[in-house]
């Protein structure tokens, strides 16, 4: 609030009277400080704090009974795994005895995952029966070896976000597909004895 100070004798006019006391004005701050302070604390609550720059991994419910899980079909499934050395290996639908169906791809370059990804989703587009969700049977599955690194796993982890596929799962690899990744990575990298 201003207070004006008063203090001071009346206001005559004429000769011989002297001038008024110029009047000074003091401005009391005190509530517009504590109005500063009502409209900081609400900025502060009111705001979102920044959101964390993770990935979102959108994870299905775990289901007990069989009937109650989700079933891929076989020729919208594609199964990636994981070698040593950023060798990286896939195949498409189940994988066959004799190993038939088992390939190699590169993680950039000639036959890289991504093109094989995007041929798989234009497969699976082909064949959809859903005009308006035609990837809805494309789901990759992806395993990791115990001889691949973290940095490949993150890697495909962005190649799922940078094709935009929306049913993935990181799962256990099976014994076979072990044994496989491993005899494809010695066969690949010679031995330095």
């Known amino acids: 609030m201003a207070e004006l100070d008063t203090s001071g004798g009346g206001h005559k006019k004429g000769p011989g009277v002297k001038k008024g006391k110029k009047l000074s004005t003091r401005v ?18 009111t705001t979102t704090m920044s959101q964390p720059t993770a990935m979102k991994l959108l994870l299905p419910d ?46 950039n370059g000639e036959n890289s995952i991504r093109d094989v990804i995007m041929k798989k989703k234009a497969y699976v587009r082909s064949i959809a029966q859903d005009p308006n969700d035609p990837e809805h049977d494309l789901v990759v599955v992806i395993k990791p070896s115990q001889y691949c690194n973290y940095k490949n796993v993150i890697d495909i982890l962005d190649e799922m976000s940078i094709n935009v596929v929306k ?23 010679p031995s330095s004895k």
């Not at 009391?28 to 609550?45: K, Q």
């Open 28 to 45: 009391d701050l005190t509530p517009m400080v504590d109005l500063g302070f009502l409209l900081i604390t609400f900025f502060i609550f």
């Open 62 to 107: 775990d289901k007990v009974r069989p009937e109650d899980q989700n079933k891929a079909k076989e020729s919208g499934a594609l199964t990636i795994l994981m070698g040593a050395d950023n060798h990286i290996y896939y195949y498409e639908g189940q994988l066959k005895s004799d190993a038939s169906n088992f390939l190699s791809a590169s993680y």
């Open 167 to 189: 049913k993935f799962a990181l799962v256990d690899i099976f014994d076979i597909e072990e044994q496989l990744v491993k005899k494809s990575d010695e066969s690949a990298t």
